[in-house]
């Protein structure tokens, strides 16, 4: 089956514009996770949800971030106002509901502020 | 909190040679943990885990063991191929019964394999 799908691969904006990023899960998988990955750097966890409740936000860097899930399939990130160190690959992954299921990892989306 | 470190790269190989990237956590629980790889161009895919002390986890020829006692779940395969060059991401996430909780990742370690 599809695994997880993200979009646009690639979004640049100007330094003040908001942005949304998506992510389409594996079909079946309740949890949910939004990461951030700087240039030469390890994800960083930035928010997840199991179905539509999101139960963790602790990483969201400000209150410029924002992640919803509406129906407990599809999520968008959505960056307000961003800013150049907002520059970034943001990674979603999703696994099952189950401890000690791997998360399976998009391909990311690849922003750059300018 | 949680944390995990590896080993800095980059790290060069040449093809048939012995891969070893060291990694060791903090933790305040009892982890799983996975290494996950990262190829030019594309996402992050799970190469292996192990969820409790002792396990070994291997896949494609990698193996990682779980030690408790040193904390450490170090990366090893006896003969890279220039295939296996990518970065390596030693991670952990603690394990509730029924729940998943988020990965903490080191920062990456580099591996090019030249012919």
């Known amino acids: 089956g599809a695994g997880v799908s993200q979009s646009p691969r690639y979004k640049v904006a100007k330094r003040g514009q908001d942005v949304a990023l998506r992510c389409d899960p594996i079909s079946g998988h309740v949890s949910l996770f939004w990461y951030q990955q700087a240039l030469g750097q390890g994800p960083e966890f930035l928010t997840y949800?199991?179905?539509?409740?999101?139960?963790?936000k602790s990483g969201l860097p400000s209150d410029r971030f924002f992640a919803e899930r509406p129906e407990g399939s599809v999520s968008t990130l959505k960056i307000q106002r961003t800013q150049q160190e907002d520059s970034a690959v943001y990674l979603c992954a999703s696994s099952l509901a189950q401890s000690n299921q791997p998360q399976h990892f998009g391909d990311g989306t690849r922003l750059s502020i300018l | 909190g949680n944390s995990v470190t590896q080993m800095e790269g980059p790290v060069t190989l040449s093809e048939e040679a012995f891969l070893t990237i060291n990694c060791t956590y903090t933790a305040t629980g009892y982890p799983s943990l996975f290494w996950y790889v990262q190829y030019p161009g594309e996402g992050l895919q799970l190469l292996l885990k192990a969820t409790k002390a002792d396990d070994k986890g291997s896949n494609k020829g990698f193996e990682a063991t779980y030690r408790k006692e040193t904390t450490s779940f170090h990366l090893e395969k006896g003969s890279v191929q220039v295939s296996d060059s990518a970065v390596y991401f030693c991670a952990l996430s603690e394990s509730p019964p029924g729940g998943n909780t988020p990965l903490v990742f080191g920062k990456g370690t580099r591996l090019s394999v030249i012919a």
């Open positions: 949800f199991q179905n539509e409740a999101q139960l963790d």
